[in-house]
């Protein structure tokens, strides 16, 4: 069967189309979230997402974590400061009220189990240890041990037909770039809370994002669950 160029490139079009399909459609305001409220000069937009951390083409688990994405939609002209310690999360109406983690943290936890007991001991030894995990398999076979080999950032690799392909990211960068930034913004922005839970998701029976956006206003409460 002779199969020509035009024909190859009616079908790679396709495909393409077909895999957009699948996307979801990025979100553009604070209602097509499954939870959202407004304040003056403010819209939010929050999705409880369990324990996955969304990445590039996949999405990371984190055991310890309750993840909340949020999106910030500030009206025309207003200029809002945004800080995750304006953020805690409300379990089963406030008996548990939790502050998020850091991305670092959290990137810990996905990569080493025992990430809380290793930083403990390095605090407790003073300058003999610095920093947290060396990255070094505990015993051959580590199943915590991240295998994926370092590559320098923006320089792609090739795949098995020669064509230069992404370099993936690490469990850092995939952790730093889905949460949420810090500072000012005037135009809408989102990304991930992460709140440490060790608990059974199951035993959830509501979960409350709180909002404190200081300045003498009140705090705002959106229902997750």
Known sequence: MHVTIRSVLIASLL????????QPAERTKASEYPAHTSI???????????????GAKSYLFAKDYLVIEVALFPSK???????????TLRVNRGKLVIAPDSPGTVAGSIKYPDWERQQAATIQAGPVLLGGPSGVPRFPGDPTQDKRIPQPAGDPTPDSSGMNRPVEKSIDETVALAALAE????TPVRGCLFFPFRGKTKKI???????EPGEGKPT????LL
Do not use: C, K, M, W
């Open 15 to 22: 495909l393409t189309a077909l895999f957009a399909q699948d």
């Open 40 to 54: 003056r000069g403010l819209e939010i937009g929050a999705e409880y997402l369990v324990h996955s951390v969304p």
């Open 77 to 87: 002209g207003e200029r809002i400061r945004i800080a995750n310690s304006q953020f």
């Open 183 to 186: 500072g000012f913004i005037e």
């Open 205 to 211: 029976r509501s979960l409350e994002l709180a909002y």
């Open 220 to 223: 705002v409460t959106i229902p």
